[in-house]
């Protein structure tokens, strides 16, 4: 079991990937599939959470659509904006038990990460 926040799931998506196309050995292979299960599992909700909140917050027009910029990016009014980031960073803090066990630092040690890939790692790390 390991306790991580929303935050760090999120930031490690890329890393995750990366380390899902590594070629692994079969138990530490099996390990890394059953985190990365439960991490898309918190992901998912995570972004319908976000999707509900930016419902409740971005701009509509007389119609009732959102409101999107040019880059399909939605619009929130300054005040509506301010609410939906501290939301956000509200969600983004929430601790979470996460029924899996960590990575130990010498199942990767032979695989080749940047020092910022590893800092993306360390909430999964064990040594």
């Known amino acids: 079991m390991m306790k991580v926040t929303l935050k760090d799931i999120v930031e490690s998506q890329e890393v995750?990937?990366?380390?899902?196309?590594?070629p692994l050995r079969g138990?530490?292979?099996f390990k890394v599939a059953r985190?990365?299960?439960k991490l898309e599992a918190e992901l998912t909700t995570f972004n319908d959470t976000r999707?509900?909140?930016?419902?409740?917050y971005a701009k509509k027009d007389e119609e009732g659509n959102?409101?999107?910029n040019d880059k399909n990016?939605?619009?929130?009014?300054q005040d509506n904006a301010n609410k939906f980031v501290e939301?956000?960073?509200?969600?983004?803090?929430e601790e979470l038990d996460v029924d899996a066990n960590p990575i130990l630092?010498?199942?990767?040690?032979?695989l080749d990460f940047t020092p910022a890939e590893m800092a993306a790692l360390e909430p999964f790390m064990d040594e």
């Open 35 to 37: 985190l990365l299960k």
């Open 105 to 110: 630092v010498d199942e990767i040690e032979d």
């Open 16 to 22: 995750m990937r990366t380390l899902s196309n590594k």
């Open 87 to 93: 939301e956000i960073n509200k969600l983004l803090l």
């Open 66 to 68: 959102y409101v999107t």
């Open 27 to 29: 138990r530490v292979a």
């Open 73 to 77: 990016e939605y619009q929130f009014d």
């Open 51 to 56: 999707v509900k909140l930016i419902e409740s």
